[in-house]
């Protein structure tokens, strides 16, 4: 991977708002003012309790399109076009998907799949017929090129920062561009193996050479230099810097396309990118194409079941040794600060206060505080301590009330049980706190077949947080093989700034990124950090998403040394920012042939639609994602690029959203790529296994089978940051491949129809869209 970049300097591709159609800018600019009015005159439950579709405007909106279609069929331009589609449909029928193995069926690839002989067969729901009926030739053409454009968008920003990007849909945009997919080009997170049976997790042997590179920050992100000389002249190493007015032009396409606008999309390669580029349209049902394709994917999983259920249920009865208790299950999201339920932390109160009353665990005003202290001070008695006064629960007074469930990791209310038991940074440096996870972590360990990725807090405040939190983890020894790590940044700039603890945003950005930078550049001077990293596989992007911002993000944002009001940056600043310096990060780090990082932020449980846009460029994955429910454009292509969703529907249900309503059900029977998480134990979970609550509930309520639970636990450890060699023992070797060819069984617990069901279900939406633009081409030999 080192020697590619170094034979071609992986470059960002810059472009110039003079290049956009003003007609996609300011529908851009439309999206972004309705949500700043939105946040200003929200009715938080109104989306969730109002139907979307008004009767008489519904009617009205079919009598035009009727319309339409009949005006239509009287053209004998559209008729033509009507039967190019045919005809590629007809072609592409009659061949195998390019690249594809022999059991890769999908219509259209292959009307009648051929599976290998252990594969069982299954009963397949087909349509034949024209498969434009209830959306006119022109609509559909122009909701194909808008949706592969924004893939293209996606994959492009994906590849510079390491990210995952599925090799179905890859396969797809290549064939699009008539080009072929090749396995060598695929590019993945480069996540540090667990280490071996007696090799030392936390060893300084064998540190990579220190560089002595030059460091600058420039416009809120690092840049890189060989020598003085190359940071005096300007001439930074060659690594792709993104820049905000190129962003701001790719997030425009996406946002145009929401306020249903031009389909113009930029960067793209190829004959079929030059079309996308040279047409741009005004698409007034790119919407309801949209809708009508995840109705349809939600009808035909009903009928897949109906179908096969007991056919899937027979293949799992088949299985040696395994079943939903034995396959493995990663907790995607959950915060390091709650990762243990209300019960074990008053036990562990109650514990250090029997036997180290006397030890002095806090500095307040210059005096040194002893545990017994503490608790006289607070007038209160440990013993008498019960989960009920604990006060670490949500219930329904947080409801729609971010800043009381945030009082709810204060126990008993006290901010100094907070600093002494669940901080990393204090008097006792963290010692508390390490023994809590140790505990959580003995507990994982000892089930075997379930992982966590918890989050620990780096705020920005300063530079030395991460060498005080690497030293934390190496002095108390937290690495366990059933933990990953990931890195959450608080937006909370206004905090700060009120404080006149920092001068701008620039300096929390330099205060995150620039220690690894350093770390990377050279391990030799910053040993435990560069050991830390090895166990930090991502990084997350925290707070109330529903907090207004006045400010519009645009290229003409102020930069981060320039942003010096005390007000918070917009979500979308914060994700652009964060996404940069992780990508100029990651490239630096491959180059040097060190693990790289994901970027998972917090993303679509409250605030506009726009967090949703702008984390489809940016994220590996997203947490929690319920406001994709609002929109079905983005819904739909979330389910294209199969952007795995981390859902927590208990957590929602204290905060956001009720369990009845939320979407993880309908998600999955269309085939996102979700997964379940916990998010706090602490203040939402009652067992010793929170994760298999989540399971347990969700089961009972959506009456989920033993397949769903096992495709969704299968989710988790594909969206996970455990390693590709972690991967391969826990879901199979051939985990990366396509279908059921990638599906073992006897691992994973997930019937191979099932497998092969959401494969042949997405290659078929995918071969929509690339046959629209096919058979344009076609038409226009010219262009």
């Known amino acids: 991977m080192a020697k590619a970049a170094e034979e071609m300097p992986r470059l960002f591709p810059k472009m110039s708002m003079s290049e956009v159609d003003e007609k996609v800018r300011l529908l851009a600019e439309k999206v972004f003012a309705s949500a700043l009015k939105e946040e200003d005159t929200k009715d938080a439950m109104a989306l969730y309790t109002v139907q979307e579709d008004c009767p008489i405007g519904l009617h009205e909106d079919r009598e035009r399109a009727l319309q339409k279609e009949l005006a239509e069929q009287q053209s004998q331009e559209c008729a033509k076009r009507k039967k190019s589609f045919m005809l590629k449909r007809s072609q592409s029928l009659s061949l195998q998907m390019p690249g594809a193995p022999e059991w890769a069926a999908s219509s259209p690839c292959t009307p009648e799949p051929v599976f290998h002989e252990s594969f069982p067969d299954f009963q397949r729901v087909t349509i034949s017929g024209d498969y434009c009926a209830g959306i006119t030739v022109e609509y559909y053409e122009q909701a194909a090129k808008s949706l592969l454009g924004a893939l293209f968008i996606r994959e492009k920003y994906s590849r510079l920062a390491y990210h995952n990007f599925p090799r179905t849909t890859a396969r797809f945009l290549r064939n699009s561009e008539d080009e072929p997919w090749r396995e060598e080009d695929e590019i993945r997170p480069d996540i540090w193996p667990f280490p071996h049976e007696g090799e030392d997790p936390y060893s300084m042997e064998g540190v990579p050479e220190d560089l002595n590179y030059q460091l600058k920050m420039k416009d809120g992100i690092i840049h890189v230099y060989k020598t003085t000389e190359d940071l005096k002249q300007d001439r930074p190493h060659g690594l792709p810097y993104p820049d905000i007015e190129t962003f701001a032009i790719d997030l425009s396409h996406v946002l145009a396309m929401i306020a249903d606008g031009p389909t113009q999309v930029s960067q793209m390669r190829g004959s079929t990118a030059a079309l996308l580029l040279n047409k741009s349209h005004v698409s007034p049902r790119r919407k309801t194409y949209c809708h009508r394709r995840l109705n349809f994917l939600a009808s035909k999983f009903y009928l897949h079941e109906m179908l096969n259920e007991m056919a899937e249920l027979k293949e799992l009865k088949s299985v040696a040794h395994r079943d939903f208790y034995n396959v493995r299950k990663v907790d995607t999201h959950i915060h390091a600060a709650a990762c243990m339920n209300q019960k074990h932390l008053l036990k562990f109160i109650k514990t250090t206060y029997q036997t180290e009353a006397d030890r002095v665990v806090l500095e307040k005003g210059g005096q040194k505080v002893t545990l017994k202290q503490v608790f006289s001070s607070l007038n209160m008695d440990p013993y008498d301590l019960t989960v009920d006064s604990l006060d670490v629960h949500a219930g329904r007074q947080t409801f729609h009330r971010f800043d009381k469930f945030n009082s709810k990791y204060n126990p008993v209310g006290a901010s100094e049980l907070r600093e002494i038991y669940l901080k990393t940074d204090n008097y006792i440096k963290g010692e508390y706190f390490a023994r809590l996870i140790k505990e959580v972590a003995k507990e994982l360990e000892e089930g075997k077949y379930q992982?966590?990725?918890?989050?620990?807090?780096?705020?920005?405040?300063?530079?030395?947080?991460?060498?005080?939190?690497?030293?934390?983890?190496?002095?108390?020894?937290?690495?366990?093989?059933?933990?990953?790590?990931?890195?959450?940044?608080?937006?909370?700039y206004d905090i700060f700034r009120s404080k006149k603890l920092i001068p701008n945003f620039a300096k929390i950005l330099e205060n995150i990124f620039l220690p690894l930078f350093e770390a990377t550049v050279n391990p030799h001077a910053h040993k435990a950090v560069h050991v830390f990293l090895k166990y930090v596989t991502g990084f997350d992007?925290?707070?109330?998403?529903?907090?207004?911002?006045?400010?519009?993000?645009?290229?003409?944002?102020?930069?981060?040394?320039?942003?010096?009001?005390?007000?918070?940056?917009?979500?979308?600043?914060?994700?652009?920012?964060?996404?940069?310096?992780?990508m100029v990060l990651n490239n630096l780090r491959s180059e040097r042939g060190l693990n790289t990082f994901q970027f998972r932020p917090h993303c679509g449980e409250a605030g506009s639609i726009t967090h949703l846009v702008t984390a489809f460029l940016t994220a590996d994955n997203i947490s929690h994602g319920l406001n994709l429910k609002k929109s079905p454009v983005l819904q739909y292509l979330y389910y294209l690029a199969q952007v795995p969703i981390a859902m927590s529907p208990l957590s929602n249900n204290s905060l956001f959203l009720e369990y009845s309503k939320n979407p993880l059900r309908e998600f999955l029977q269309k085939g996102l790529c979700v997964s379940l998480s916990t998010d706090d134990p602490m203040q939402f979970h009652y067992t010793k296994e929170p994760l298999m609550e989540e399971y347990a509930i969700a089961a009972q309520l959506w009456k989920l089978s033993t397949c769903d639970l096992c495709e969704i636990a299968r989710n988790s450890v594909v969206q996970s940051g455990l390693s590709h060699q972690e991967k391969k023992h826990f879901i199979g070797p051939n985990y990366l491949e396509e279908g059921p060819a990638g599906n073992d069984i006897r691992r994973t617990n997930v019937a191979h129809i099932r497998v092969a069901y959401r494969h042949e279900t997405l290659c078929n939406e995918?071969?929509?869209?690339?046959?629209?633009?096919?058979?344009?081409?076609?038409?226009?030999?010219t262009e």
């Open 451 to 492: 992982h966590i990725e918890p989050r620990l807090s780096i705020y920005g405040r300063s530079t030395s947080e991460w060498e005080n939190l690497a030293n934390w983890f190496i002095q108390h020894r937290v690495h366990s093989p059933n933990m990953r790590w990931m890195i959450q940044i608080p937006r909370i």
């Open 541 to 582: 992007s925290v707070d109330d998403e529903s907090k207004h911002s006045d400010h519009m993000f645009s290229y003409k944002s102020p930069k981060p040394e320039a942003w010096t009001a005390d007000d918070n940056p917009p979500y979308t600043y914060y994700l652009f920012y964060m996404y940069a310096n992780i």
């Open 766 to 781: 995918l071969s929509f869209l690339v046959d629209a633009v096919k058979a344009d081409v076609g038409n226009n030999p």
